[in-house]
Nanobody, 126 residues
Framework: QVQLVESGGGLVQAGESLRLSCAAS????????MGWFRQAPGKEREFVAA????????YYADSMKGRFTISRDNAKNTIFLQMNSLKPEETAVYYC???????????????????WGQGTQVTVSS
C-alpha cells in the first residue's frame, strides 16, 4: 500500500504561484509513475500533469503547458507541482496519485492510478 499526503495549497491572487508537495509512505515511490489531478466544484476530475517513475518523462494537460512543472525527488519520496500564473478558474482540490504502470496512453486517466491522496485546496482569487 502507498499513502499519499498533499500539502502546499492555499489562497493566492491570480497571476501568483504555488508549489504543491505530495509525500508518500508505505512503499518506495520510485516504483511508481506519479500524477496530479484536480477537481473543481461541480466538475469532473481532470488531469493536470504526470511524471515517469525515474523522472525522465513528464506530461501535461494542454492548458498547463508552460505554466506548471511536475518534478520528483525519489530520495525524499516526494513529488511536486510548481504552478505559475494561476488563474481563478484553476481553483480546485488538487490530488496526487501513484500509478503502478504508467504509459503514453494512460497517464491522463483516473483508472491508471492505484493510489490517491486526500487532496489539497487551491483557491485563486481574481
Amino acid at each position: 500500500q502507498v499513502q499519499l499526503v498533499e500539502s502546499g495549497g492555499g489562497l493566492v491572487q491570480a497571476g501568483e504561484s504555488l508549489r504543491l508537495s505530495c509525500a508518500a509512505s508505505g512503499r518506495t515511490l520510485s516504483r511508481y509513475g506519479m500524477g496530479w489531478f484536480r477537481q473543481a466544484p461541480g466538475k469532473e476530475r481532470e488531469f493536470v500533469a504526470a511524471i515517469s517513475s525515474t523522472g525522465g518523462r513528464a506530461y501535461y494537460a494542454d492548458s498547463m503547458k508552460g505554466r506548471f512543472t511536475i518534478s520528483r525527488d525519489n530520495a525524499k519520496n516526494t513529488i511536486f507541482l510548481q504552478m505559475n500564473s494561476l488563474k481563478p478558474e484553476e481553483t480546485a482540490v488538487y490530488y496526487c496519485a501513484a500509478a503502478g504502470s504508467m504509459n503514453y496512453y494512460n497517464y491522463d486517466r483516473n483508472s491508471a492510478y492505484d493510489y490517491w491522496g486526500q487532496g489539497t485546496q487551491v483557491t485563486v482569487s481574481s
